[in-house]
């Protein structure tokens, strides 16, 4: 397929590039370590190994082609409940990109680094860095919590892996081919994991999660995934690609419907109206692609709102909680007040609340227990900035809103910048992205999101986008005859 203004390039136009390893004695090494791998993989036998194998080509392809990896790591975003002997593709994901971006590192040229967003760089290291500082206090370090996904040293190892993230994608997304690359991969795993929750909630799976492994979660991905599918649809070239990239829409904001997350839907109410104040041309290209646009997300919530009204009703009753058992935010933002009150300067420590989070709501007066059911594990607090308040004080809230501010305005300036030097493509991908991570941040009130890849993908964007912007050539100017 192709896109308007950038000539005959395919969808997924990776500019070609040399393989990273040129040592006989490091293929030799990878073939060695291949070996190991299928070794494991016969020893895990069945459904493990079928994928552990399957993998093994991917590592190889991307060993030759580094530019791959950022589009394989959004494929793993929206595929975070896939597992290879009980640890998701993430964790698999996350230590192979460092050991590709480190020997990409070795054959770059610090030049083709320089022109990151220095600012939000500052801001995300001394929110890594005062995370990491928590452990010196945090009322939680120990390795009891990897079980159950709790606990200071778990948190920072997630921490860890949302971190490569934003190096692959700010290190090896570099031109305006590459950014095309990623909206298209997003549109796409967006459209294919739409159809499988819409699969999942008709044949009768109370809430569908896609294959992120948790409802809240597919929602609020979802959400990031529209605007840029609303750009896409805007910039194909025939009216046949078009009708495709509408359906996906469609079908991502059906999904959105189909998870009954009630957090979710708010925000999705939120980003129809900023995208309907969007401006055609910046946007959509034109008032008819903005009027198509808007119709496909109007059918897509239409279908779904209708199947799903019944069990949707029932949940949006009961947002705080649920005779069953409940979500409980209530009594989760009242223990965290508690938490708040206990350490007002630090914090509890990086992920150190769900471990607490049953002792807090005990001790704190107003929770109400005969709606709720305390979890053995403990729960988040289910709004990250009321997380970020709690276990990193309000020095660790203040670099959390930081780096929201920051990614915003990172997008803002390149949507703008992107706009006086004529790229239309570039132009809509920063404003949409801004609807991505306005969504985002609205989700985040009723989610626990600081370590979401999500968030990080977005961050590697914001970092990298100016710079690619940057290098787009001025328009020229007229010369007087």
């Not at 305006?176 to 008709?202: D, K, N, P, T, Y």
């Not at 808007?294 to 199947?307: I, P, Y």
């Not at 949006?316 to 649920?322: A, E, G, M, R, V």
């Not at 929770?367 to 289910?382: E, I, K, N, T, W």
Request: with cysteine.
């Amino acid at each position: 397929m192709g896109v308007s203004g950038l000539g005959h390039t395919a969808f997924l136009p990776l500019r070609r590039r040399p393989l990273v390893l040129g040592s006989a004695w490091l293929w030799a090494a990878i073939a060695v370590a291949l070996g190991a791998i299928m070794g494991v993989a016969i020893g895990l036998g069945g459904a493990q190994a079928g994928i552990l194998v399957a993998l093994l080509p991917i590592g190889v392809a991307l060993l030759a082609r580094p530019d791959w990896l950022p589009v394989a790591l959004v494929v793993t975003v929206f595929a975070e409940a896939y597992s290879i002997g009980g640890v998701s593709i993430s964790r698999v994901a996350g230590p192979l990109a460092l050991a590709l971006l480190l020997l990409q590192v070795r054959h770059d040229s610090p030049a083709r680094l320089a022109g990151l967003n220095r600012p939000l760089i500052a801001a995300v290291v001394g929110y890594a860095l005062w995370a990491f500082a928590s452990t010196l206090w945090s009322v939680d370090v120990t390795m009891e919590g990897f079980s159950n996904g709790t606990g200071t040293p778990y948190a920072l190892l997630s921490l860890s892996l949302s971190a490569i993230y934003l190096m692959a994608i700010a290190a090896l997304v570099r031109t305006e081919r590459h950014v095309l690359a990623v909206v298209v991969v997003v549109w796409l795993m967006s459209s294919v994991m739409g159809l499988v929750a819409i699969g999942e909630f008709l044949t009768g799976t109370a809430r569908a999660v896609g294959v992120s492994g948790d409802a809240n979660f597919f929602a609020s991905l979802q959400i990031v995934a529209i605007p840029l599918g609303a750009v896409l649809a805007g910039h194909v070239r025939s009216g046949l690609q078009r009708a495709v990239v509408l359906a996906g829409v469609g079908i991502a904001v059906g999904s959105v419907f189909t998870s009954l997350s009630r957090g979710g839907i708010l925000a999705l109410c939120g980003l129809t109206l900023l995208l309907a104040f969007q401006p055609a041309r910046a946007f959509f290209r034109t008032r008819a692609r903005k009027r198509l646009f808007l119709a496909a997300l109007a059918v897509g919530a239409g279908v779904l709102l209708t199947l799903s009204f019944s069990a949707l009703s029932a949940r949006t009753s009961s947002l705080f909680t649920t005779a069953d058992g409940g979500s409980g935010r209530a009594n989760l933002w009242l223990a965290a007040g508690t938490g708040i009150g206990q350490h007002p300067l630090t914090g509890l420590g990086f992920g150190a609340f769900p471990s607490r989070a049953n002792d807090l709501m005990r001790m704190t007066p107003g929770v109400d227990f005969s709606a709720y059911a305390l979890r053995p594990g403990g729960q988040p607090v289910h709004n990250a900035y009321l997380e970020s308040l709690v276990e990193l004080g309000p020095l660790g809230l203040v670099l959390f809103l930081l780096v929201l501010g920051l990614t915003l305005r990172s997008f803002r300036r390149s949507a703008k910048l992107a706009d006086e030097r004529g790229s239309p493509l570039l132009t809509g991908v920063a404003r949409a992205l801004q609807l991505s991570l306005i969504g985002f941040a609205l989700t985040s009130i009723l989610l626990s999101t600081e370590t979401d890849r999500t968030l990080w993908v977005l961050m590697g964007l914001a970092l990298t986008l100016p710079r690619i912007v940057a290098a787009t050539p001025a328009p020229r100017r007229r010369t007087a005859s």
